[in-house]
């Protein structure tokens, strides 16, 4: 079994920052590409930043210049700094991983989620 657990969100006022993490924990032979999305109430996921293990990135439009995905590989962790926050940034934020558990076999896995609320 992985499990994923993300923690740092918290309410904070438009143009503040807060940095999210991520701990994969378990049966891991190796984590491949990590990213971050959000939800919304009444919203879809969306994907906001990825990451890949040889540190390769991409980011949501809405995010870039503003956010910023890292990970350390030793550790088994992933982190999201945010900066500039805005009120439309308000949402669930939950950590997804593609994980081997061994040489042959990988899993795609999903945090419980943090919320971050940024008030106006």
């Known amino acids: 079994q992985v499990h994923l657990e993300e923690s740092g969100g918290g309410l904070v006022q438009a143009g503040g920052s807060l940095r999210l993490s991520c701990t994969a924990s378990?049966?891991?032979?190796?984590?491949?590409?990590i990213a971050w999305y959000r939800q919304a109430p009444e919203n879809e996921r969306d994907l906001v930043a990825t990451?890949?293990?040889?540190?390769?990135?991409n980011y949501a439009d809405s995010v870039k210049g503003r956010f910023t995905i890292s990970r350390d590989n030793a550790k088994n962790m992933l982190y999201l700094q945010m900066n500039s926050l805005a009120p439309e940034d308000t949402a669930t934020y939950y950590c997804?991983?593609?994980?081997?558990?061994?040489?042959?076999?990988?899993?795609?896995?999903w945090g419980q989620g943090t919320q971050v609320t940024v008030s106006s």
């Open positions: 990451i890949a293990r040889d540190g390769s990135t």
């Open positions: 997804n991983a593609d994980v081997q558990v061994n040489r042959s076999y990988g899993f795609n896995y």
């Open positions: 378990g049966d891991i032979f190796k984590v491949n590409d």
